[in-house]
């Protein structure tokens, strides 16, 4: 078989990954849409413009079984042609731009205060999975077993701090000062 993009060097993400409309989890004209956004920066604190974020999340009424089909295939090529527009799938998918930025539009997550995050990246051989808490005032980390193990400087990566109405950035640092607290799945 060959190699898959974590087995290899790369970056192939932009080959297969991407699809029509990955950053829009939410469904079109929903009024709790938030946007989740930031940047994807290198141990030198320069922009990685070829990386990937994947993002998953319950629903907004805590399930997590997102919407089967909700991508819809050309019946000929089978090729993703995009969502469906209507259902809440839980999963997007965004690649950067050429400064290192990223955004999804999701609904707030149910039953939980963070969005979990898989970021692929030039000279990862693994992606590194991390969390997004969507912070709006005040953060009590004693009510989450992750946040409350952690530092106050690693606890602080961790935090995606609102900004204007309904939006929440969170940057990711690879590596250097002020690194993003990574989880390791063993």
């Known amino acids: 078989m060959p190699p898959t993009p974590s087995q ?6 932009g080959y297969a990954l991407p699809f029509p409309g990955g950053a829009d989890v939410a469904p079109f004209g929903h ?23 994947e993002t998953w999340q319950p629903g907004p009424d805590g399930s997590r079984s997102g919407a089967p089909g909700s ?26 731009d050429a400064d290192g930025h990223w955004a999804v539009r999701t609904l707030p997550p149910g039953g939980v205060s963070y969005v979990s995050l898989a970021v692929f990246a030039r000279g990862l051989l693994h992606h590194l999975y991390t ?7 005040p953060f009590d980390a004693a009510g989450d077993a992750l946040l409350a ?17 309904r939006t929440y950035r969170f940057d990711i640092r690879l590596q250097g000062p002020g690194e993003t607290a990574f989880l390791e799945f063993l």
Do not use: K, N
């Not at 290899?8 to 993400?13: A, H, K, L, Q, R």
């Open 149 to 165: 193990a952690l530092p106050p400087d690693r606890r602080a990566t961790l935090i995606a701090g609102a900004e204007a109405d």
């Open 8 to 13: 290899t060097v790369g970056p192939f993400y």
């Open 131 to 137: 969390r997004a808490y969507l912070v709006d005032g």
């Open 31 to 53: 009024p709790e849409t938030i946007t989740l956004h930031g940047y994807v920066y290198d141990g030198a604190g320069q922009p990685v413009p070829d990386a990937l974020i």
């Open 71 to 96: 991508l819809r295939h050309d019946p000929v090529t089978g090729r993703v042609v995009g969502r469906d527009g209507v259902a809440f799938t839980g999963f997007g998918r965004v690649p950067t």
